[in-house]
C-alpha cells in the first residue's frame, strides 16, 4: 500500500465477519467484540482487507474495556502505560498528574471492580491523555462523566488537536460540530456521506426525520 505523508490512518477493502445464530438463546452464547475502532486500537484483526496506522494510539475505549477489575486504579495505571508503550520509569513520573486528572481521590487505590462506570471512563481517559500519543480515538464513552469532567476532556482534546489526530465517533451531533473538523456518516457499513461536519449533520438529520429506523443498518454482514 502507497500513502499521502499526511494520512495517520488507512483502510483498503477493510471488513470484520462474525457468526450469527437464527435465535436469540444461541446468539447469547457468543459475546460480539470487534468494531472498526476496536480494529484500529489492534485489540481485533480484520477478517479481509489491510490497515496501516502511523502513530502511538490512545484508545480510551480499548483501555476502559480492558482493565484487570482485580487491581487497583494505581495499578492498571502502570498496566494500562505499559501496554501503550511507556517505560516503568515514565508512567511512574506521571502517575500523580494521571490521579489529580481522573480525579477519583481515595479510589485510586482500590479495586477497579468497584468502580463506577464512569470512573472507569475517567481513569482509561486520564492514562491516555499522558502517554504522549500521535492518535485520540474516543467514542460515547465521554457521555458517562459528569459535566466538570466532560469540560475538562474536552479542553484537553482542543488542546491536543494542535498537534495530533483525533478520532471521535459520537451519535452527538452537538459534540461532532464542537470537535471535528471533518466527519463521516456511516450508514448499513458504508460510508453515506462526508465532508464538513455541518453539510453532514444536516443530511443526517434530514434522514433521521424522513427514512424509517432499519435494523439492516447494524448488519454484520
Known amino acids: 500500500m502507497s500513502f499521502e505523508p499526511d494520512v495517520v490512518i488507512s483502510a483498503r477493502a477493510l471488513s470484520k465477519a462474525y457468526q450469527l445464530y437464527d435465535g436469540q438463546q444461541q ?122 469532567f466532560q469540560r475538562k476532556c474536552f479542553d484537553w482534546i482542543d488542546n491536543f488537536r494542535s498537534t495530533g489526530t483525533l478520532l471521535f465517533v459520537s451519535h452527538s451531533m452537538e459534540e461532532v460540530r464542537r470537535l471535528c473538523s471533518k466527519a463521516v456518516w456511516i450508514d448499513d457499513g458504508k460510508i453515506r456521506e462526508e465532508g464538513r461536519p455541518d453539510d453532514v449533520i444536516q443530511s443526517y438529520l434530514t434522514v433521521a426525520d424522513s427514512e424509517p429506523d432499519n435494523m439492516r443498518r447494524f448488519s454484520a454482514a
Open 27 to 148: 446468539w447469547m452464547k457468543q459475546v460480539l467484540f470487534g468494531t472498526l475502532l476496536q480494529i484500529i486500537c489492534g485489540i481485533t484483526r480484520p477478517t479481509k482487507g489491510e490497515l496501516w496506522v502511523n502513530g502511538r494510539v490512545a484508545p480510551v475505549l480499548a483501555l476502559g474495556a480492558t482493565f484487570d477489575l482485580e487491581s487497583t486504579g494505581r495499578e492498571n495505571v502502570l498496566i494500562g502505560g505499559a501496554v501503550m508503550g511507556l517505560k516503568r520509569a515514565e508512567i511512574v513520573r506521571k502517575i500523580d498528574s494521571i490521579a489529580d486528572f481522573a480525579g477519583i481521590g481515595d479510589f485510586m487505590n482500590q479495586p477497579v471492580k468497584l468502580y463506577s462506570t464512569g470512573m472507569r471512563t475517567r481513569l482509561a481517559f486520564a492514562i491516555c491523555a499522558h502517554v504522549d500519543a500521535e492518535i485520540l480515538i474516543v467514542d460515547e464513552a465521554l457521555s458517562v462523566g459528569d459535566e466538570a
